[in-house]
């Protein structure tokens, strides 16, 4: 049997954790009245019973005596002095023990509610230090065990005082809410919640691996930066390759370009270059999967078109691509465009018959030249396989005077070449402007290798070759690249690509008779460069040099690397044009010579009228009014410079193009005194159609 030293005992324990808690929670007196009246209760007991004295033996009391006594006690004990309310217990000895057990059982309840409340306060404090933690990423498991203790603590009986568990467990739930949610729109909610920080940090853990559309995942990242400083790095990470992904998906370039621009806000580590060619790069991947040689070749050009579409403004300024970068997009689709419009079949004149020797050539016979028949040599593309045919000679003088003696063609013809440019730049020239009856002809000016105006070197015997100077047969020389074009589009032909020169020079069909820089050369260069001009002449002489290669533009000497001509050869600058030349001549020396950039299984820009005069390239079909306009920008791009002249090195490539150099005091409109062409034509045999299907799958991505 329990005696009053049980309850004293538990009063000691009870008064020292009231005395601690009330401590620790001001002003909560009030609030925490069950416990005031349960220990002045036991102190009660205590001042009743002496500390040996055991309780009465006879403790069985009915229950519905115990209510009454219960109820007795509790309902009167606040009203009633306490030794009197004891003593009535007392009194009656026979109810003592009901009344002390139920009393005891109300103790117990109140100690543990009380126990409760503690340990829900001890559960707020420590999920406060979690709810503001910056450990990232939240564990689950941890948020998890959390949210359990605090719905097992719950909830806060009435009385009481409030531990705020309700809301730390609704805080937590937003945190558990985040971790687990897959709508972005209700990430947004949560990261504009902005605290606490473990919420904010929930949400960079579910993004952006939940995610909406671009506009709102830029708007819930601008939120996370606002309220977490910094964003992890693993966020910004993933948010690059979600970037990525959408580059990559994207088909629209407005749509593109839309997420280039929110990109720009986001402080991505993937640099937008590589987003842009990201887009790039898979519509070339989609265009090669849909230009297939199973899908017929309207739907390949339909595939092309849609791809061209796509990434047309791609090379546009606003698009973050490096000058290399957007160079490779236009070339791409420049091959793609021209493969899309291939030329017309061409249409040989009667002047061209095919050889009946078995060789498989063709000759052409002018007519305005019978005597001098022109050679074309069939010829296998070394890169794409297809055949094609080249004349095996450079384009004469007298044959471009021929052509040009039609005065319609005079005409058009001024307007794609300078007549006036031998004269000007001061070099040889084989030909020159005939001032009374309008055209050109042959230059049999006696002083015709170095401007006959001039007047800084009185011996201009040493520029005088041996023989009688030009003839017809003498080599075409500072002609442009457009007029070239024209030339041969007169006859049904065109010129090479690149491709199609290096083949033919490859093949076993080129002699070996090279024509560059030899002794009479190496003699007439030492002596320009010891010349001293008198300064009125000066600026003539420096052109001279510069036209010759002998000196830069700045003036400074440039170093020659020997010879490749027998020292006792007569031809100081250029020979003659064989007729109906068996093998390729003069690939290595000479002139140079006009060639075309174009891509294998590719057409080359071209032209395609003179009334009015109109060249097609990758910007599709336009008319052009002279060899300047701004609409050839595209097409000169195109135009190179192949094979050696009369004034190459033993070490220069013959085979290794040359693009247009930039328009300067030395050059004008692309016409040079060592640069000539020679004709080429399509084979009739082999349709001009492009295989499309090649054209595609050979395209590579632009590297990032």
């Not at 606040?78 to 009393?103: E, R, T, W």
Request: glycine share 6%; proline share 9%.
């Amino acid at each position: 049997m329990a005696n009053a030293r049980t309850y004293n005992f538990k009063h000691r324990q009870i008064t020292q954790g009231y005395s601690a808690f009330a401590s620790s929670q001001p002003n909560s007196e009030d609030a925490l009245r069950p416990l005031t009246v349960e220990i002045n209760a036991l102190k009660q007991l205590d001042a009743a019973w002496p500390d040996d004295s055991p309780l009465p033996p006879d403790t069985r009391i009915t229950d519905a005596e115990s209510k009454a006594i219960t109820d007795a006690y509790f309902f009167n004990l606040l009203d009633q002095p306490g030794p009197a309310a004891i003593q009535a217990i007392v009194k009656n000895p026979a109810s003592a023990a009901a009344a002390i057990h139920d009393f005891t059982d109300n103790v117990n309840k109140l100690r543990k509610t009380a126990a409760n409340i503690a340990e829900q306060f001890q559960a707020v404090a420590e999920s406060a230090d979690l709810l503001n933690s910056t450990v990232f990423p939240p564990s689950q498991p941890l948020w998890e065990a959390l949210k359990k203790r605090l719905t097992d603590l719950g909830p806060t009986p009435a009385g009481w005082p409030d531990s705020h568990l309700s809301d730390t467990l609704n805080q937590v739930n937003s945190v558990l809410a985040a971790i687990h949610t897959t709508d972005a729109h209700e990430l947004q909610k949560f990261a504009e919640a902005g605290t606490p920080p473990a919420l904010t940090l929930a949400v960079c853990a579910r993004f952006p691996t939940v995610h909406g559309d671009a506009d709102l995942d830029v708007s819930i990242f601008q939120t996370l930066k606002k309220n977490v400083s910094p964003v992890p790095p693993v966020v910004i990470s993933q948010l690059g390759d979600l970037w990525a992904s959408r580059m990559q998906s994207v088909v629209d370039p407005a749509g593109a370009a839309h997420l280039l621009d929110l990109a720009g806000g986001l402080g991505l580590t993937k640099p937008h270059r590589e987003l842009a060619l990201d887009y790039y790069n898979a519509r070339l991947a989609d265009l090669k999967s849909r230009a297939g040689a199973q899908q017929s070749v309207d739907q390949q050009k339909q595939a092309i078109q849609a791809f061209l579409d796509q990434t047309a403004p791609v090379a546009d300024a606003p698009w973050p691509l490096a000058q290399d970068d957007k160079q490779a997009v236009r070339r791409i689709a420049a091959e793609l465009a021209l493969g899309l419009h291939p030329p017309p079949p061409v249409k040989l004149s009667s002047e061209f018959q095919p050889t009946t020797d078995g060789s498989n050539d063709y000759i052409y016979v002018p007519g305005f030249d019978p005597g001098h028949p022109m050679r074309f040599k069939r010829v296998h593309n070394k890169t794409t396989g297809s055949t094609f045919y080249l004349c095996t000679t450079e384009v004469s003088v007298g044959w471009f005077i021929g052509m040009f003696s039609d005065p319609h063609r005079e005409v058009t013809l001024r307007h794609l070449l300078d007549f006036t440019v031998p004269g000007k730049m001061c070099g040889p020239s084989g030909w020159r402007t005939n001032f009374f009856r309008g055209g050109i002809e042959v230059n049999h000016d006696r002083s015709w290798l170095a401007f006959a105006n001039h007047n800084w070197d009185s011996d201009d015997s040493r520029y005088i070759p041996s023989g009688d100077g030009p003839t017809g047969l003498t080599p075409m020389q500072y002609v442009s690249p457009l007029a070239s074009m024209y030339a041969a589009w007169l006859v049904g032909c065109r010129l090479p690509t690149v491709d199609e020169w290096q083949s033919a020079y490859e093949s076993d069909a080129r002699d070996s008779d090279d024509n560059c820089s030899g002794g009479n050369w190496q003699k007439l260069r030492a002596y320009i460069n010891g010349l001293s001009p008198p300064d009125i002449s000066a600026i003539t002489c420096h052109r001279f040099r510069t036209e010759l290669g002998i000196e830069t533009e700045d003036g400074q000497p440039l170093l020659f690397d020997g010879s490749l001509r027998p020292d006792n050869g007569d031809n100081l600058w250029f020979r003659e044009v064989p007729p109906n030349a068996a093998g390729f001549h003069d690939m290595r020396g000479n002139v140079a010579e006009w060639v075309l950039a174009a891509a294998p299984d590719q057409p080359a820009p071209r032209f395609e009228d003179d009334r009015p005069l109109t060249v097609a390239d990758e910007t599709g079909s336009h008319p052009v009014a002279k060899q300047d306009d701004p609409a050839l920008s595209t097409l000169y791009t195109h135009c190179m410079r192949i094979g050696l002249s009369t004034i190459s090195g033993k070490n220069d490539d013959p085979e290794k193009p040359a693009p247009l150099p930039q328009e300067s005091k030395v050059n004008h409109h692309h016409q040079f005194f060592d640069v000539g062409f020679r004709l080429a034509m399509n084979d009739p045999s082999t349709p001009t159609v492009p295989n499309l299907v090649t054209l595609v799958q050979r395209l590579q991505p632009v590297a990032p």
